[in-house]
């Protein structure tokens, strides 16, 4: 019997050097209903095996004679015990000779599973040799249970890592599909009805299913998950399950574990097909069930990001002036760029303003410290709040102290690097407060650029800042400030990317459009924070 109780017959090779031994031994094998595959010397059945495991088709278990010609059988075990892809083939000595304990010793030692005296009764034969199928049969089990506890514990700690949540659908498809051993399709439905998608790896990127297929998919989820609580383990079938999600243009049924996530604002499927393939075992099912349950909770923040991210960028877009909609500037014109994170990246508290005042122009940019809407918050507050001081108060220096105390007052523990300059456009006098922040770059007309030498304490510490540096700038001469955003990268010291960036600057084109562009060509690319660019050009 197997391990669920029902009666197998094996396939069992049989190690005999004696054409009589190997008859009898095998007829009385082939009564009991097994098949046998005989072999008169070791070296004949290490062939025959290695031959079987080109195939796929081993053994159930070996019969093997202590008293081979070429060698005895307690040295054929150990060779088979000693190839990886063998190594769990059961062995059972038998033996007509006398043989003492320690001989029966030797066996075990040597890696066989049990020990026959013969003659002996056919009911025994037959009884120690389902036994020993039986047995390896569970090892092999429980170690192929072992190893997909492994994947599944490996694919959890995969998914929990997933900055978003296409990361996340294909990190659940690839762990899907090394739980099943087949191909696996992973789909969220968001609560904007949104469809996200993942195939597994070994599926290629042929005939992939056309937005019809995505469509239909969307209103099954919808349809399946309504009232759902737990995960629900469910069979579509081809008709009603589009074409190609598991393999180019093929038609399959397909074998749905689903769950709502925890709010129920969005569902995860974790979907294998069923035609043309293994079906899944019950153990199978509860580990793909139990990859479900986590896929949805890793969901979970994923989407509430989503959310918080879609938030700040509204609020990042909605009070940093678009460049169609910058102030006019007597003597001054202005350009800005403002280029999100990626996808991955929590929003930033980046900005940038260009103010009219009674003694110029006031350039601002800034940088709240940390990601995240609080982030984006305050950095509209520090925006609205160097709007109102520069009312009646234009000197760089002193706005960096009211903005400090203001931050310090609302907002204790977090802080801000700013650069404020103010532009005096009929002298070119330039007067810039710099508050932890990169310097100004100045790009002269004669081609050459070089960084302002202002610098101070960011604000938010409640440390004095310095009185403004003092420049001049010539008609035609172009001032750039930028958040670090645009240059600063892991493992890259910043006054490298610095240089990097004079660089480029004093190589570029004429005009603020020509230069802001080519900066983002050479640094703005799949950033890992928000960047801000404002260049301003003295006429």
Not at 82 to 100: D, E, I
Not at 224 to 250: C, D, E, K, M, Y
């Amino acid at each position: 019997m197997d391990v669920h109780g029902k009666r197998t017959d094996a396939t069992v090779l049989l190690v005999d050097d004696t054409a009589a031994g190997r008859y009898a031994m095998g007829a009385l094998l082939r009564r009991a209903g097994h098949q046998v595959v005989p072999a008169a010397t070791g070296n004949e059945a290490l062939v025959e095996l290695d031959a079987r495991l080109r195939r796929g088709t081993l053994p159930d278990v070996a019969l093997v004679d202590v008293d081979l010609s070429d060698m005895n059988g307690f040295e054929l075990c150990r060779r088979i015990k000693a190839r990886p892809h063998m190594a769990g083939l059961p062995v059972v000595h038998f033996s007509a000779s006398a043989m003492s304990p320690g001989d029966r010793c030797r066996g075990l030692e040597a890696g066989g599973e049990a020990y026959l005296a013969v003659p002996a009764e056919p009911e025994e034969i037959d009884a120690v040799v389902r036994a020993a199928v039986r047995s390896a049969r569970l090892r092999a089990d429980d170690q192929a249970l072992a190893r997909r506890l492994t994947l599944l514990s490996e694919t959890i700690v995969t998914i929990q890592a997933a900055r978003n949540l296409q990361e996340l659908a294909e990190a659940a498809a690839n762990g899907t599909a090394r739980l099943t051993g087949g191909p696996a399709a992973v789909f969220f439905l968001g609560p904007d009805d949104e469809l996200y998608r993942a195939l597994s790896r070994d599926r290629t990127s042929l005939a992939l299913p056309d937005e019809g297929a995505h469509r239909t998919v969307a209103g099954l989820l919808r349809r399946l998950t309504r009232g759902q609580s737990g995960v629900q383990i469910t069979t579509v079938p081809a008709p009603l399950w589009p074409a190609g999600f598991f393999r180019p243009g093929v038609q399959h049924d397909a074998r749905l574990a689903l769950i709502l996530t925890q709010e129920g604002k969005a569902s995860v499927c974790l979907a294998t097909p069923t035609r043309g393939v293994r079906r899944l075992n019950p153990e199978e099912e509860t580990l793909v069930a139990r990859l479900a349950q986590a896929t949805a909770y890793a969901a979970e923040p994923l989407l509430m990001y989503q959310v918080e991210r879609h938030v700040a960028l509204t609020l990042q877009h909605s009070f940093l002036p678009q460049p169609h909609r910058l102030p006019e500037l007597p003597g001054i014109d202005v350009a800005v760029r403002y280029v999100p994170a990626s996808q991955q990246t929590e929003i930033g508290g980046d900005f940038y303003a260009a103010l009219r005042t009674d003694d110029g122009v006031l350039a601002a940019v800034g940088d709240v410290v940390g990601h995240s809407l609080d982030a984006a918050t305050v950095m509209v507050e520090i925006r609205h709040a160097l709007r109102a001081y520069c009312v009646d108060e234009s000197d760089p220096a002193v706005l960096a102290e009211r903005l400090d105390r203001m931050l310090r007052y609302y907002h204790p523990g977090i802080t801000t690097t700013v650069c404020l300059a103010l532009i005096d456009p009929a002298t070119g006098r330039t007067r810039i407060a710099n508050a932890g922040h990169i310097p100004p770059l100045i790009i002269r007309d004669t081609g050459t650029a070089d960084y302002a030498k202002a610098a101070g304490p960011l604000l938010g510490v409640g440390l004095p800042h310095p009185a403004p540096t003092e420049l001049f700038l010539e008609a035609g001469d172009r001032l750039l400030m930028v958040t670090d955003g645009l240059i600063e990268t892991r493992g890259t010291d910043l006054a490298a990317s610095m240089e990097h960036l004079r660089a480029a600057a004093a190589g570029a084109l004429p005009g603020l459009d020509a230069l802001c562009d080519t900066l983002l060509d050479c640094f703005g690319h799949d950033r890992e924070d928000d960047i801000a660019l404002l260049a301003l050009r003295l006429g």
